[in-house]
Every structure is written in structure tokens, then in C-alpha cells.
């Protein structure tokens, strides 16, 4: 049994957790690869709305099996807060979610580390939510991470101290000496309590052992393709492997058994902090977009920034991530527009090119867009294809001729209930 992957195609925010709500009935076991609690999955069914941090986004349904995987990293606080919110929801958690030990943990000093380096970079600063995944991630591939499994060795303790005073003794040379974390450290080291009343796992085995059991696992990932910290606009991108190949290390899936990879992407296009943005509106049809799309951070609530859909981008993160199967998020957005636009390329010193540039940071790029009707109908109460306005299909055929890749579900709205999946695919 092969599994499937679920992930971003732009620059995160896509609405993957609305995506995995709705495909988990079909699955036995999520998985969540990489990334921490800097990417917020928004899930709203029933009049509700959630925000899912570090949790899987097949915790909503039918009891299935939840694995934070090995390529997580993990702040206990951040979690527990998030976990005990979902028990007041009825949810029996503990019941559901495992953890591999051998996720790392975002200790309390990561997070003023995070602030510290951010600082320090002045004008270039990325961007950063400064909940210190750029840390954390920092020590574990320099080998001096922390990860979940330690916090049961008999010299826990020890272990944690030397990683603190390694912390601190950094700080200081950043112009942070001695500062007080008694309280934060408090409540982190309750909050590693607090975890072993989940099972934790050595996860790589027990994905392995589902598969080869026929149960079927879909491998949720975190932000955005254009995120990815070797394929993403580089240096504003993130501190993992966003890509579907962080299935492969962030849950020890061999590659031969990755099966279909669904991509995820916005009918438009958005960016929140810094980096470059080569389709961004600065005029009132960004904000448009902005408003009508609600668009601000589900964690963070940054206002993100806005633009036109950047095929560029996308046909590179369907050839890096091996998608079959798109899906196209926020189609009701546009509902209104008199026209919208497509770049299909980008004119780069007099040329025009369609291969994603190596670096894009401080680029003269100009968009180069095809222009189509719009299809000026409310979709959000849609329940089926046919239902469809033409210029809108007509949209979504021209988009697939582009990426040569079918888009087979498409969202006219934030509750799972609003989504359509394409029969004729």
C-alpha cells in the first residue's frame, strides 16, 4: 500500500487543513511531516471555525488515526494549549494522536534566539513568525537538538540544561545576556508533562507497519512549495522540506511508496512577509482580494499580500512535488471580478522566460499575463459541476492546459460542505 501526499504550491496559506478535513473520511491514518506551529491550518465546518497549529487536520473526523511525525518540530506549550482546546471541543485526543520521539522540541529559548537573529539581520530580516522553528531546526542539523524521546531518559535534565546554556551563551553574544525565562521555562517543562499522556512512537515504524497492513495514510504537509528551504525563494523561505520529498525524511515513507500527490493552490496568489512576490497587486485589486478573501494570518494575523495567480511558480512546484491531482482553493474569491488574469511567463531583462528563475530576491521580473472574462456568479452555495458558470469552467480548462495536470476538487468556500469534486476526473 502506497501513501498519498497533500501539500502546498505557493507561498503557503493555500487551505490544506480544509483539503485533509475533507479527504480524511477516505484514509485511515494522517500524518503531519514538517514544519511547527508557525502554520496555522484553518478548518470551519458547522459554524465553527478551528485553527490547527501542530496538530494533523484529520483530527476533526471519524476517529482516524493522527501522527505528528518525526520532520515535526514541537513547542509543548503552543501544543498543549492547542490540544486542550480540542478536548473542550469533545474531541478524545489522546485517543487519537501519536507523536514520534523522534520529533525535536522548540525549547523557550529557541524563541528568543529566533527574536535575536531576526533583529540582527536589520533590513534583510525573512520575515519570521518568531516562534523559533529557525532555531530549532538549526540544532538539529547541527546535532544539538532535543528531541521528544529525551524527555523519558533518565538524564533529561542534563540534556536540557546543556542545550540551554549553549542557547544563552549565543544570546549573549547577540546582546541578550541573562534574560528571565523562569516562568515560560515553567510552564514548557509542565507542558513536557503534559505530553506523556500521549503515546509516543518511534513513527517510522508504525507508518511502515499501516502501510504493509493495507490501512490507507495520507502525509500532510505544512506552508508552501515556494517555502521549501532548497527549492523556495531563498533566503525568505522556511527552515524544512515543504516539498513532497519531506514525506520521504519527515516520516520515513521510502519514495517508491508515495502514490497520488495532491497540490494545493489558491485561484489567486498570496505572500505573507518578506521575500519577492513577482505577481503582487499594490493597487485596489489587491486589496480586494485581500478583503473579500479574508486574507491575514491564521496564526500570526499578518495582513498577506495579494496578487494574480503565478503559473510560473506553479507549473515548477507541480514538477518538483510529481503532483497528479490539483486542487483549487478559493475559487469564490473571484466571483465579482469583471476579468481576471494569469501570468503565464515573465519578461526578465527584455526575455521572456517560463522556467522558475534560480533567484528571484531583487529581481526586475514583469509579469506576463492572459486575460479572461470573469464569470460574475456567486459560486459559494454551488453544489455540484454542472452547476458551474461557463466562464469559470472555462477558467479551470485553461489552467489545466497550462500545468497539464487536472484539477479534480475545487473549493467555492471555507466549509468543508463547499467543495466540489470533479466527477469527470
Request: hydrophobic share 35%; proline share 4%; aromatic share 8%.
Amino acid at each position: 500500500m502506497k501513501v498519498d501526499v497533500l501539500l502546498g504550491l505557493q507561498w503557503g496559506d493555500e487551505g490544506k487543513g480544509k483539503v485533509v478535513d475533507v479527504l480524511t473520511p477516505h484514509y485511515d491514518v494522517v500524518a503531519r511531516f514538517q514544519g511547527g506551529p508557525n502554520a496555522g491550518h484553518t478548518l470551519e465546518f458547522e459554524g465553527k471555525k478551528y485553527v490547527l497549529r501542530s496538530i494533523p487536520s484529520g483530527i476533526f473526523q471519524h476517529g482516524q488515526v493522527n501522527v505528528i511525525g518525526n520532520g515535526v518540530v514541537l513547542d509543548p506549550v503552543l501544543f498543549r494549549e492547542e490540544a486542550e482546546s480540542l478536548e473542550q471541543s469533545g474531541i478524545d485526543i489522546k485517543k487519537i494522536l501519536k507523536i514520534s520521539k523522534k520529533a525535536h522540541l522548540i525549547m523557550p529559548t529557541h524563541r528568543l534566539l529566533d527574536a535575536a537573529n531576526e533583529a540582527a539581520k536589520g533590513a534583510g530580516k525573512i520575515g519570521t513568525t518568531g516562534k523559533g522553528i529557525g532555531p530549532t531546526y538549526t540544532d538539529k542539523i547541527s546535532r544539538n537538538g532535543l528531541r521528544v524521546g529525551d524527555t523519558v531518559a533518565p538524564d533529561f535534565n542534563s540534556r536540557y540544561a546543556k542545550a540551554k546554556a549553549k542557547h544563552l551563551a549565543t544570546l549573549a553574544s547577540l546582546g541578550m545576556s541573562d534574560p528571565d525565562i523562569t516562568d515560560i521555562e515553567a510552564r514548557w517543562l509542565d507542558a513536557i508533562d503534559y505530553l506523556h499522556q500521549y503515546e509516543l512512537i518511534d513513527s517510522e515504524h508504525v507508518i511502515n507497519r499501516y502501510m504493509r497492513e493495507g490501512k490507507k495514510v495520507l502525509c500532510e504537509g505544512a506552508q508552501g512549495t515556494m517555502l521549501d528551504v532548497d527549492f523556495g525563494s531563498y533566503p525568505y523561505v522556511t527552515s524544512s522540506n515543504t516539498v513532497c520529498a519531506g514525506a520521504c525524511t519527515g516520516l520515513g515513507v521510502a519514495p517508491r511508496n508515495i502514490g497520488e500527490v495532491f497540490g494545493i493552490f489558491k485561484a489567486y496568489c498570496t505572500r505573507v512577509g518578506s521575500g519577492p512576490f513577482p505577481t503582487e497587486l499594490f493597487d485596489e485589486t489587491g486589496k480586494r482580494i485581500r478583503d473579500i478573501g479574508h486574507e491575514y494570518g491564521a496564526v500570526t494575523g499578518r495582513e498577506r499580500r495579494c496578487g494574480w495567480v503565478d503559473l510560473v511558480a506553479l507549473r515548477y512546484a507541480i514538477m518538483i512535488n510529481g503532483v497528479t491531482q490539483l486542487i483549487m482553493m478559493k475559487s469564490d474569491v473571484l466571483d465579482d471580478f469583471d476579468t481576471v488574469k494569469a501570468c503565464t511567463a515573465y519578461r526578465i531583462n527584455g526575455q521572456t522566460v517560463q522556467d522558475f528563475p534560480y533567484d528571484v530576491d531583487g529581481m526586475e521580473i514583469e509579469p506576463v499575463y492572459t486575460e479572461m472574462p470573469g464569470w460574475k456568479t456567486p459560486m459559494s452555495s454551488l453544489t455540484s459541476e454542472d452547476q458551474l458558470p461557463q466562464a469559470f469552467k472555462d477558467y479551470v480548462a485553461f489552467l489545466e492546459r497550462e500545468l497539464e495536470t487536472p484539477i479534480t476538487i475545487l473549493s467555492v468556500g471555507p466549509d468543508r460542505a463547499q467543495t466540489i469534486v470533479r466527477e469527470s476526473r
